[in-house]
């Protein structure tokens, strides 16, 4: 709870700022994921930026990299494996219209 207390404060500080300096803020764009074991029970309370309640997430692709909430690679080498998948099919099917 001191937690989501405190993220809550900053986030409201960092959310008039923006407003100071004439910024914009897209609540809608944003995420929220609290890392922990996998068999933790631990839910967090909502999270807010510029009065909107964030999504809460248990894992989100961060350039390119898939973060499980639990650290896990498990999401991340699935993501990798299935666009490998689509260019190997992709030079496949263009490897005979393709001159050597």
Known sequence: QEVATTTNSDLHLVSNWFHDWGLEL???KCKVMCIKALQ?????PPIYLAGQIL???SYYTHLGVTL?????WKEHAEAVSNKS??????L????HKLSR
């Open 85 to 90: 998948r689509k260019v190997l099919g992709l």
């Open 26 to 28: 897209h609540p809608d």
């Open 55 to 57: 999504e809460q997430v």
């Open 68 to 72: 499980h909430y639990s650290l896990r």
């Open 40 to 44: 933790s029970k631990v839910q967090l």
């Open 92 to 95: 496949s099917r263009l490897k």
